[in-house]
């Protein structure tokens, strides 16, 4: 049994260090190694928005305003949607006052990629369409046509019914070949629209030779267009079954991503996603993390209920493991308990017995010789049960020795985490069924953390004015707000975005609920903040 152990825990750990000499694990390291200079980079893409920034503001030359504005709407269109979107429409507003109609198409392109990105798309098709794609020529015609593409494939994702899936990938794919036609032949770009179009084709092998072609001809320094390559690789590996060189892939994405300081990604969520089946807890939890943060930084809508809707069933696989190495700690304990008490009996019985024996020995002289033998086999078994016992204390010590080193081990290495398929999205005509499934489970988990919090709450009110949520799983409106302040987040904006209101709707339903209590307005909210 005690090979066994040592064999399982051997087999286990060779499991989890597989890949430290493979491809697979050289990459997670430059990986790991890249996040650690996250910082770096990122401050490289902050000076050159600062000094942009700064020559927009000196300048008074409105072809020479136009060319910043549209060169800090690059250095933002993959950054942070707000500052790119903001930037692409005083492109918009400086082109018409110029009246030149190529930069006001130029504009609307950025305005409308903006859009896509961040997920608003009846906007971004409005756009698309405002433009007259007949007085479109060159690269304006090609990012219009990319656009378009893009758009199409985005509002299939988020449909998934037919037959509007089936049209809008019809459309897209139109779109897609409009490009590889008007886009020279040999080039990167129409190897990478011709690898797109094979995947879609589900010609895996040509799509990655396209891709490869895409990586050779383009700049090395060019970091966005080799992390969105690698990108479509991984996923052409995932089609194949190909699951070691998708993880490559991706963490090649990753890294093209940190370090150009790109928050719009996806990379390293699939990546978290795929290492996480594998075992590697420590780094899926630090890749998923990090791909939240920059998915809120950027503001996408669509990722961020993407990542929100797999977290929660995260953190309830880690309860559930938690919970699960808790009741075997308290096992074992409680055996362990129990064999200690057992002993200690077992060691006062003989203890008392030996005691008997010897005045028992004393008071019988009469009958030596028959006691002597008795004696002698008595003595016999008090020492076969006192070697016993001191091997049982050994045996237990050493038991309980190995299950902490092993606890100490399994602490250490597992975090637990589950990911459903990213590709699974919701229905445009069920987001708001969706949100409300959202709410149910904010309201149920937070139930959890704070279960007297309905109670507490009407507390702070008189009787009359005091209302109850629909079962004990939920909370009202009013209840839910304060909810997210017990939570700590006091900003009516976040909380506005997070319940779908307007902040001057969040702001009139504080000041009325405030106004409603028999607590002061101004020490209401700490004695939220007490339950």
Not at 47 to 54: F, H, N, P, T, V
Not at 135 to 158: N, V
Not at 373 to 387: G, Q, Y
Request: with cysteine.
């Amino acid at each position: 049994m005690k090979h066994i152990f040592f064999l399982l825990c051997a087999l286990c750990f060779s499991v989890l260090d597989c890949s430290a000499d493979t491809e697979m694990g050289k990459w997670l390291k430059r990986l790991d190694a890249s996040l650690d200079h996250r910082e770096q980079f990122e401050q490289q893409r902050l000076d050159r928005i600062a000094e942009l920034r700064r020559l927009l503001n000196l300048t008074h030359n409105d072809d020479e305003g136009y060319t910043l504005a549209y060169s800090l709407y690059n250095e933002f269109r993959s950054y942070c949607y707000d500052s790119a979107c903001h930037y692409a429409y005083d492109c918009l507003e400086r082109a018409t006052a110029q009246m030149r109609d190529d930069r006001i198409a130029e504009a609307k392109n950025a305005i409308a990629f903006s859009l896509i990105s961040a997920g608003i798309l009846t906007e971004a098709s409005s756009v698309l369409d405002s433009m007259d794609r007949e007085h479109l020529d060159g690269q304006l015609l090609s990012d219009y046509y990319e656009h378009k593409c893009q758009l199409w494939r985005a509002m299939a994702d988020y449909v998934r019914e037919e037959p509007f899936y089936t049209k809008y990938i019809t459309l897209s794919n139109t779109y897609l070949d409009s490009l590889r036609e008007i886009t020279p032949q040999g080039t990167a770009r129409w190897w990478s629209f011709t690898g797109s179009r094979q995947m879609r084709d589900r010609q895996y092998d040509d799509a990655l030779f396209a891709f490869d072609k895409v990586l050779q001809m383009s700049d090395s320094t060019d970091l966005h267009i080799r992390a969105m390559t690698y990108a479509e690789m991984a996923w052409a590996y995932i089609w194949k079954g190909n699951e070691d060189s998708a993880i490559v892939k991706f963490a090649q994405s990753a890294i093209a991503d940190n370090e150009s300081a790109t928050r719009e990604i996806t990379a390293l969520y699939h990546l978290s996603r795929l290492i996480f089946k594998r075992g590697d807890y420590d780094r899926a939890s630090r890749y998923v993390h990090q791909a939240l943060e920059d998915v809120n930084f950027y503001n996408t809508r669509l990722r961020k209920v993407e990542i929100n809707d797999i977290l929660p069933i995260i953190e309830q696989e880690r309860y559930d493991a938690v919970r699960s190495q808790r009741n075997w700690l308290f096992a074992t304990t409680a055996l362990f308990v129990a064999m200690l008490l057992g002993s200690l009996w077992s060691y006062w019985v003989i203890h008392r017995k030996n005691r008997k024996l010897t005045e028992a020995r004393a008071e019988i002289a009469d009958r030596a010789e028959e006691l002597q033998v008795a004696n002698s086999r008595l003595l016999e078994a008090d020492k076969i049960k006192t070697a016993y016992i001191g091997r049982s204390f050994y045996s237990n010590a050493e038991f309980i020795e190995k299950l902490e080193k092993a606890y100490r081990a399994i602490d250490r290495k597992i975090t637990a985490r589950q990911y459903d398929d990213l590709r699974y999205t919701l229905k445009e005509s069920t987001l708001n069924s969706e949100r409300e499934s959202m709410y149910e489970a904010f309201d149920e988990t937070f139930l959890k953390l704070f279960p007297n919090f309905v109670e507490r709450f009407n507390l702070l009110f008189d009787e009359a004015d005091r209302k109850m949520p629909p079962n004990d799983h939920s909370l009202t409106s009013e209840m839910r707000i304060f909810a997210l302040i017990r939570l700590g987040i006091n900003d009516s904006e976040r909380i506005a975005k997070f319940l779908d209101y307007s902040v001057h709707t969040v702001n009139t339903y504080k000041t009325r609920i405030k106004n409603r209590s028999t607590a002061e307005n101004d020490k209401f909210e700490s004695l939220i903040m007490q339950i």
